[in-house]
Nanobody
Framework: QVHLVESGGGLVQPGGSLRLSCAAS????????VAWFRQAPGKEREFVGA????????YYADSVGGRFHISKDNAKNTVYLQMNNLKPEDTAVYYC????????????????WGQGTQVTVST
């Protein structure tokens, strides 16, 4: 089974950028549908975006479309979430998740999860 470890979170000012990393082991990221979710305090975990590498399709939540971008580095077996023009409402713990097949954007559609990395957008 694939093991996922997120990194790259931190404190950033509104309008700034961060790039989160999701390093995979025990499996090749290109073989999985990989997604990013986030959970803000007091809220349910929500879908941010996903990629099905085989067909090159990316899916993004409306709230982040045009600002966030998912990519991968095969050599490093790592998936990235580039976040631009960050807003205070983007503050959350960000998780990467993977599944052999993309079944949609619900939490239950992904079997493997990382431990999360905190992103705080504030002055």
């Amino acid at each position: 089974q694939v093991h996922l470890v997120e990194s790259g979170g931190g404190l950033v000012q509104p309008g700034g950028s961060l790039r989160l990393s999701c390093a995979a082991s025990g499996g090749t990221v290109s073989s999985y549908a990989v997604a990013w979710f986030r959970q803000a305090p007091g809220k349910e975990r929500e879908f941010v975006g996903a990629s099905t590498w085989s067909d090159g399709i990316r899916y993004y939540a409306d709230s982040v479309g045009g600002r966030f971008h998912i990519s991968k580095d095969n050599a490093k077996n790592t998936v990235y979430l580039q976040m631009n023009n960050l807003k205070p409402e983007d503050t959350a713990v960000y998780y990467c998740a993977a599944n052999e097949t993309y079944f949609g954007d619900s939490n239950g559609a992904f079997l493997y999860w990382g431990q999360g990395t905190q992103v705080t957008v504030s002055t």
